[in-house]
């Protein structure tokens, strides 16, 4: 709405810099005081050894939760408001937008329920949106990727088969890393400034990038009151749109497979988990008796580690691994 009036006078880069600008305040005001028909975090349990339900986490027991809604709704306004969008020409777009806040609106629910909904209900809803997702993606985009040096187009069925894996993956992993203060939003910054340098130069990449960087700011917002000790924590109404949007970035990019590096720190804290509890209950096999999943829980109660030092190393390694994806995507594109 406001882009046809801002760009008579600014470049896109600054119209976007101003939506970011000002999704970054209306987040940071409102996630001071939070509405008060947000939840309240229940507590995470666990069962131990011995069957008993043990709660873990318990300093997060009673915070605003769900705040994620906010984050969603603000960061999908913003856009709306500011960021050229013509229907036209971008139904792909819209459509990813709707998909999103219908995303968020799941985990919403969830976050709002007396008992969480089951495994298997979220692992249902989860597969129909990536589906939905990697249908309209496919519908309007050509299914050429690169590899390192190489180019070459997946069969239409393949493609969808492989992105509903990377979407349902992708929203999973970041949903099991979002358990200490300020981690999941923090990679989650990193990550997306690393699409914004990497791809932000490509003109099919730009209303991505640009939408990406006002998630950014809207979780920098959250961030000033989700770092340790936080008073607002974002759900699964947060974590999951993060998840699916960041699998939609690397489909768009034409590097889907870069998703493996780029969010590695994602895979390995969140996804680790997910792959213990298949092998249990498949072959009752458990090569991680000895550690504790997600790894944040490990490095926090087995390694004492403070909740700000974990921030801070998967901070340092999701830059390092930015810094790894951004010099191979250099290399080979020459």
Same mark, same amino acid.
């Given at each position: 709405?406001? +882009? ?31 509405? @008060?028909? $947000?939840?309240?975090? @229940? ?23 769900? *705040? ?48 969480? =909904? ?12 990536? !589906?939905?997702?990697?249908?309209? &993606? ?11 040096? =190489? ?5 239409? =069925?393949? +493609?969808?088969?492989?992105? *509903? ?33 990497? &791809? @932000?130069?490509?003109? +099919? ?26 008073? *607002? $924590?974002?759900?699964?109404? @947060? ?20 998703? $493996? ?15 213990? !509890?298949? !092998? ?24 004492? =580690? ?29």
């Amino acid at each position: 709405m406001f +882009y046809d009036m801002l760009s008579k006078h600014f470049s896109d880069k600054i119209i976007v810099l101003i939506a970011s600008a000002v999704a970054f305040f209306i987040t940071f005001i409102l996630m001071a005081k939070p509405f @008060g028909f $947000l939840p309240r975090d @229940g507590g995470k349990f666990v069962t131990d050894k011995d069957g008993n339900r043990v709660e873990v986490n318990k300093a997060s027991s009673g915070k605003v939760t769900g *705040v994620g809604l906010l984050l969603v709704i603000i960061w999908i306004v913003s856009a709306v408001l500011f960021l050229p969008l013509h229907w036209a020409t971008q139904k792909d777009y819209v459509i990813y937008l709707v998909l999103a806040f219908i995303m968020m609106l799941t985990g919403y629910l969830d976050d709002c329920a007396k008992a969480p =909904w089951g495994e298997l209900v979220k692992g249902l809803l989860d597969f129909v949106l990536a !589906l939905a997702a990697a249908l309209v &993606f496919v519908k309007f985009n050509d299914t050429n990727v690169s590899f390192f040096k =190489w180019n070459f187009n997946i069969p239409v =069925w393949l +493609y969808v088969i492989l992105a *509903v894996a990377l979407i349902w993956g992708s929203i999973n992993v970041t949903n099991c890393s979002d358990g200490v203060d300020g981690l999941c939003g923090t990679v989650t910054v990193i990550e997306l400034f690393t699409f914004s340098v990497i &791809f @932000g130069k490509d003109s +099919y990449m730009t209303s991505y990038t640009a939408l990406g960087t006002v998630m950014a700011f809207v979780l920098v917002g959250y961030l000033a009151y989700n770092w340790n000790p936080s008073t *607002v $924590l974002m759900g699964d109404a @947060g974590s999951r749109t993060i998840g699916f949007f960041l699998a939609l970035l690397a489909m768009k990019s034409g590097h889907p497979f870069a998703f $493996l590096l780029l969010s590695l720190v994602f895979i390995i804290d969140g996804g680790l988990g997910l792959v213990k !509890l298949t !092998l249990l209950r498949t072959i009752h096999a458990d090569p991680f008796k000895n550690i504790r999943l997600p790894l944040h829980d490990h490095m926090r109660k087995n390694k004492n =580690w403070s909740i700000p030092k974990i921030v801070i190393f998967f901070a340092l390694c999701q830059i390092v691994m930015s810094v790894i994806t951004g010099v191979i995507i250099h290399v080979f594109s020459r």
